[in-house]
Nanobody, 125 residues
Framework: QVQLVESGGGLVQAGDSLRLSCAASGLTFRRYNMGWFRQAPGKEREFVAVITWSGGSIYYADSVKGRFTISRDNAKNTVFLQMNSLKPEDTAVYYC??????????????????WGQGTQVTVSS
């Protein structure tokens, strides 16, 4: 059974850093792109970053470009999101998701197949 488990969220002050992890299981021998999304209370789910299977292509939302870094370790079936210079507007539940349409690089949440349970990130001013 496919399962994605996120971890690393927490409560931090503006300017601090967090490193989120997403461990995937049940995807042996399958190729997939991995995306990070976030959703704040009362708002729609928002694209944050995506990385292809090989790590050769990476895209970020304009709101996080220059502050966040996405990476993956395929040997450990894990994707990371390093978040630096956090701002209060970054407060949200952060989700990782798999996209088996690995031939393309998608930013739309409806293109993703499996989702984690989310991890809360709260940034105080």
């Amino acid at each position: 059974q496919v399962q994605l488990v996120e971890s690393g969220g927490g409560l931090v002050q503006a300017g601090d850093s967090l490193r989120l992890s997403c461990a995937a299981s049940g995807l042996t021998f399958r190729r997939y792109n991995m995306g990070w999304f976030r959703q704040a209370p009362g708002k729609e789910r928002e694209f944050v970053a995506v990385i292809t299977w090989s790590g050769g292509s990476i895209y970020y939302a304009d709101s996080v470009k220059g502050r966040f870094t996405i990476s993956r370790d395929n040997a450990k079936n894990t994707v990371f999101l390093q978040m630096n210079s956090l701002k209060p507007e970054d407060t949200a539940v952060y989700y990782c998701a798999t996209d088996f349409r690995w031939q393309s690089v998608d930013r739309e949440p409806e293109k993703y197949d499996y989702w984690g349970q989310g991890t809360q990130v709260t940034v105080s001013s």
